[in-house]
């Protein structure tokens, strides 16, 4: 594989720039492989890489139905972050971060990764106990986090809505300074680079449309185009769970629901934080260049349309203008939107299934960008080991029977409640 | 934006309504054994498949009642509405 180098991109410069190699191959697919990963989304093409990369298996192939990164990995507001409260949550997703500072580095591909700090405003007293106490939980798992108070957190933002005669005041808010975002398209780029260096196959336009199962062990997979044995499969296909567990009779605690985003037109730099609404669901940041990226509530009912509704963006916004006002000069300039698998206790699920070789990586809810590393890192391992790693060890299927709930949101199983 | 035709008031906007889930998901019945296994397809597992959906809305800033739409959870058309006690066929 090319290395992408200063020197490489002198060396290019002289014949244009028309002799790069291809980043990644088509291949057509193979009969066989060790394992296939469904869904060339970030969280497929980080498993693979980490099959390859950490676990030595590189006869793998990515089977995706439409293009790679096309899915929720071009879809988010690219925030990353680990501020959780809970162990599980916590040390999974700081195991994460480390992977994100090194990514660059680590793919040879820029990620573009900002640790800018997010900030999670808080409207009352209560809240502010509220987050004091989820700021301890995430230093006692060496995560930083710093409390502040309506002054400092003015210091930083002073463009949010500091007026006494506000419906929900500024009383200060929960920092998290190592967070930030990343180039999302570049990750998923990068790690299928990487993963195709190392002989994993990326098949796009493959739909997956059966699985073959005998005597409770995985044999294969049935695919648009054509059959392909397999000794294992992992499914990683985010809002289409639900779609593949129909065709293995599996019912799942998952809901598909449909999450709106969407970014202003550019402005010059005004805010170098990533900021959350307290007093309801709303976030912002300013992508690099300039425009201001935000989302907030799920749209409310099951939905697979990969487009939003308007009252839902309508109520999302006037939170943003309600915490900055300056927001309601901007004009839009893109909405989106993606299919969520929204958990029924808001955490992802990591695991075997009650199939024989047949692994499950689903659940992801909102969160499932900033997990991309931690994901396909512990996803490879469970998958490579035939047995969970103690980082993805809580995210089980059964925890639902047996009570072992991760609700960091204490919402319960009404996932489409934000 | 979704209009729903209220089996009680008529055709309304969607922001006079909340949501409510799926609506084919049966309590288990009282005063009799219940598995594990029922309890999890109760209040955990869901189908939540692409194409129609029968779900529960309530007329929440209309008559409050709660009511069945069947809908369909890609193109969002909707296809006939209920009263909550009405029997799907």
């Known amino acids: ?418 | 934006m979704l209009y729903i035709n209220c089996p009680h008031c008529g055709m309304r906007s969607q922001n006079e309504f909340s949501y409510g889930g799926d609506a084919s998901v049966k309590r288990p019945e009282i005063n009799k054994e219940v598995s594990d296994q029922e309890w999890d397809n109760f209040v955990y597992n869901r189908k939540s498949l692409r194409g129609k959906h029968l779900e529960l809305w309530q007329h929440i800033s209309g008559c409050r009642q709660w009511i069945k739409v069947e809908r369909d959870t890609a193109t969002h058309e909707i296809f006939r509405t209920f009263k909550a006690d009405e029997e799907v066929a």
């Open chain 1, 1 to 418: 594989m090319q290395k992408y180098s200063i020197f490489n991109l002198v060396k290019n410069a002289f014949s244009n720039h028309q002799n790069w190699d291809l980043a990644w191959k088509d291949p057509t697919p193979k009969e066989e492989y060790d394992v296939v990963i469904i869904g060339g989304g970030g969280h497929g093409l980080a498993t693979a890489y980490y099959l390859a990369k950490e676990h030595n298996i590189t006869k793998v192939a990515i089977i995706e139905k439409g293009w790679i990164g096309g899915g929720n990995v071009g879809r988010n507001t690219t925030i990353i972050r680990s501020n959780y409260m809970h162990d599980e949550n916590g040390l999974f997703s700081e195991f994460g971060m480390d992977l994100w500072r090194k990514m660059s580095q680590d793919l040879n591909y820029n990620v573009m990764f900002s640790p800018r700090g997010i900030i999670n405003l808080a409207h009352s007293d209560a809240q502010m106990n509220a987050y004091a106490r989820r700021g301890n939980s995430m230093r006692l798992n060496g995560i930083d986090a710093v409390l502040l108070n309506r002054e400092q957190v003015k210091e930083i933002i002073p463009m949010a809505d500091f007026s006494d005669n506000v419906r929900f005041p500024i009383f200060g808010g929960l920092m998290q300074p190592s967070a930030g975002t990343a180039r999302h398209d570049a990750v998923a780029w990068g790690y299928a680079r990487q993963a195709d260096s190392m002989g994993v196959d990326i098949i796009q336009n493959c739909e997956v449309i059966g699985f073959d199962v005998n005597a409770g062990k995985i044999k294969g997979i049935r695919t648009s185009r054509g059959n392909i044995k397999a000794k294992k499969v992992g499914i990683c296909v985010a809002g289409s769970t639900n779609i593949l567990a129909e065709k293995l009779n599996m019912t799942l605690p998952i809901e598909t629901h449909l999450l709106q985003a969407c970014v202003s037109e550019p402005v010059k730099p005004v805010l170098d934080k990533v900021v959350t609404f307290g007093a309801g669901h709303f976030y912002v940041s300013q992508s690099d260049k300039g425009e201001m990226v935000m989302g907030g509530d799920l749209d409310g009912y099951n939905s697979y349309a990969q487009r939003g509704n308007l009252p839902t963006l309508q109520h999302v916004l006037t939170e943003g203008i309600a915490m900055m006002p300056f927001l309601s000069k901007l004009k839009m300039l893109r909405t989106w939107g993606g299919i969520m698998d929204m958990s029924m206790d808001g955490s992802p699920i990591i695991d075997k299934t009650h199939i024989e070789g047949l692994y499950l990586n689903c659940g992801w809810c909102y969160g499932g960008f900033k997990a991309t590393p931690a994901s396909g890192w512990t996803f490879a391992h469970t998958i490579a080991q035939d047995r969970v790693h103690e980082l993805n060890a809580g995210y089980s299927l059964n925890r639902f029977s047996t009570g072992h709930l991760i609700d960091e949101k204490g919402l319960g199983t009404k996932t489409w409640i934000s």
